[in-house]
């Protein structure tokens, strides 16, 4: 390796992030075990809440931090452009709404080379809330019933997966994947980790990279953020031309049952037949909340059972209007 190529570049994406952005870049100048050295790129979307004094202030006493500006304000020009001016014979993609175990990326460097066909790794994130409603936001981002099969939100977890966070993969991955698709505000991650697998790579998750992740605080900042996910993820199908799975189904299919329900028995007179569902999944809910109950108190309780149902409320209405917008004849996603 050269003189002067780093072993590991860190790009962080920031906007807005003053009570965060300490911390995660302390957690990033703290890693332990790299046999190399290493250079951290923020990249800022303009903030105007004081990141950026903070973070001019470690670029002062740090040499390792540099610091780029990102007039575009989204992350997938964030990534890029911390991958046009990186230097390191690794990447790695951190945000800095999220801290990072003190061996973080030397973990992944042992991931990397222990898998031979993984082209990126990472680990699964713990969610902290700060909060109530954003503590048991925390605990319905990993709850099965609240996200499904995404094997990268299981702290547990550890083996192949479709896509991971904050991962780590080899420069040469550019050459053949490319960088990011600046069209997809949303699901970007996503979108990179496919057209990686596409190509022949493999995604590997670890439970020894360890790595930490505020969840939203509000009812209404969770159901924006996942009203997204759902919204472009429409994109996404309909850039690779895959079909629709049966858990991107699942939520749009199940409200969708519940509106024609509800359509029916105004129309019969019979309101119970509106009602069925709706109850039905109420009691699994309810049933769901009683163990967050006893380890997290009646407060974290009463939150969860409202923010499981943001998550797929929010996502079934975001995969609805997903399904118009990219549906207009000039709106276009190429491969």
């Excluded at 870049?25 to 903070?54: A, C, H, P, W, Y």
């Excluded at 989204?74 to 452009?81: D, G, T």
């Excluded at 605080?217 to 799975?245: C, D, E, M, N, V």
């Excluded at 309101?271 to 709706?278: H, N, R, S």
Aim: hydrophobic share 40%; glycine share 8%; net charge positive.
């Amino acid at each position: 390796m050269s003189d002067n190529l780093n072993l590991v570049s860190m790009i962080v994406c920031c906007l807005n992030e003053s009570d965060y952005i300490d911390r995660c870049l302390d957690s990033l100048l703290n890693q332990k075990k790299i046999s190399g050295r290493f250079e951290i790129l923020v990249i800022d979307g303009m903030s105007t809440d004081g990141t950026r004094d903070k973070i001019r202030k470690k670029v002062e006493k740090h040499s390792e931090i540099k610091l780029y500006d990102n007039p575009a304000k989204v992350k997938p020009q964030a990534i890029n452009l911390g991958f046009r001016n990186s230097t390191g014979k690794y990447l790695v993609i951190c945000d800095a709404h999220s801290f990072y175990d003190e061996f973080y990326i030397s973990t992944c460097l042992e991931l990397i080379r222990e898998h031979s066909d993984a082209w990126c790794v990472g680990g699964p994130f713990t969610n902290i809330g700060e909060t109530n409603f954003g503590k048991a936001n925390a605990i319905a981002m990993n709850n099965p019933l609240g996200i499904g099969n995404a094997k990268h939100r299981y702290p547990d977890y550890e083996g192949y997966g479709e896509m991971v966070m904050f991962g780590l993969f080899p420069r040469e991955v550019l050459n053949t994947v490319g960088y990011y698709d600046e069209r997809f505000i949303i699901n970007h991650d996503d979108e990179y980790c496919y057209r990686l697998r596409k190509a022949g790579g493999k995604v590997f998750i670890s439970h020894r990279a360890k790595c930490f992740y505020f969840v939203r605080k509000t009812p209404r900042s969770l159901f924006k953020q996942y009203f997204s996910y759902g919204f472009w993820q429409i994109a996404f199908l309909k850039k690779h031309k895959i079909p629709i799975s049966i858990r991107q189904l699942i939520p749009f299919i199940f409200f969708s049952f519940i509106a024609i329900l509800s359509i029916v028995s105004i129309t019969i007179g019979n309101k119970w037949v509106g009602l069925i569902l709706p109850t039905i999944y109420g009691g699994i809910l309810f049933l769901a909340s009683i163990p967050v109950l006893f380890k997290n108190g009646i407060r974290v309780a009463a939150n969860f059972p409202l923010a499981i149902f943001i998550l797929h409320f929010s996502y079934a209405i975001g995969f609805f209007f997903g399904l118009f917008k990219f549906s207009f004849k000039d709106f276009n996603i190429k491969a």
